[in-house]
């Protein structure tokens, strides 16, 4: 098993480019969330998905879209690329949100000059 | 008050010391409870898990205070290899989901 994988590694944007971060797990989880990262702050929930087809916002959602149209995939759309966005990134999937743990991706380190 | 609050440290212990972090929580619903470590540069990765009883693997131990609202992490016979920063993790009912809280982090760095 791949667990879950994150692509890119790394990407530099432009201020105002659009993106799309994209995550894939295959273990079946039904729980996945995209979260970001910043020194001093931790892990800050963007947005996550208990199922395909249905997501909500986490802590820190503006500026970010989602969807899940499958079990397995979540992808992270950035509209409007703003400084403020460069973080690192990491997706995460798990068996059950309450009683297990998370499974995070590699993470996407993201620059916008 | 944040929902979530560790000291980020760094503890700086010789190896085979034992060290323990405590990590405090606001939310008394709060439901189930984490260790993570996390290399520089990589992942979180799931440690264990935390259960009312107390729970160990290996030289790790860990506690839930529930009246308290905290969560320890004990290590033993610390090695080189331990250091990491160890995050706490919280997941506590919010509008009918459960939602995960991190907290920031607590830098371990075990020297010779």
């Known amino acids: 098993n791949a667990g879950v994988t994150q692509t890119p590694k790394f990407q530099v944007l432009k201020t105002g480019q659009s993106m799309t971060l994209q995550c894939a797990q295959d273990?079946?989880?039904?729980?996945m969330s995209w979260y970001r990262q910043d020194p001093g702050m931790g892990l800050r929930l963007i947005h996550y998905?208990?199922?395909?087809?249905?997501?909500d916002q986490g802590e820190v959602p503006n500026g970010y879209n989602v969807s899940r149209s499958t079990t397995e995939d979540f992808p992270l759309r950035l509209l409007s690329a703003a400084p403020s966005q460069t973080s690192v990134y990491f997706c995460?999937?798990?068996?059950?949100?309450?009683?297990?743990?998370?499974?995070f991706g590699s993470g996407t380190r993201l620059t916008v000059v | 008050r944040k929902e979530v609050e560790q000291d980020p440290g760094p503890f700086n212990v010789p190896e085979g010391a034992t060290v323990a972090f405590n990590c405090t929580y606001s939310?008394?619903?709060?439901?189930?409870f984490f260790w993570y470590r996390q290399d520089c540069r990589k992942e979180p990765k799931l440690l264990m898990s935390?259960?009312?009883s107390g729970n160990e693997d290996g030289r790790f131990t860990a506690q839930l205070n529930r009246a308290s609202q905290y969560i320890s992490l004990l290590i033993r016979d610390s090695k080189l290899s331990d250091s990491a920063t160890y995050l706490c993790?919280?997941?506590?009912?919010?509008?009918?989901?459960?939602?995960?809280?991190f907290g920031r982090g607590t830098s371990l760095i075990v020297h010779p």
């Open positions: 995460a999937s798990s068996r059950d949100r309450a009683n297990y743990g998370y499974t």
């Open positions: 273990m079946n989880h039904e729980y």
């Open positions: 998905s208990v199922g395909a087809g249905i997501t």
């Open positions: 939310n008394s619903a709060s439901q189930s």
């Open positions: 935390v259960y009312s």
């Open positions: 993790v919280v997941t506590s009912p919010t509008g009918g989901s459960y939602i995960p809280t």
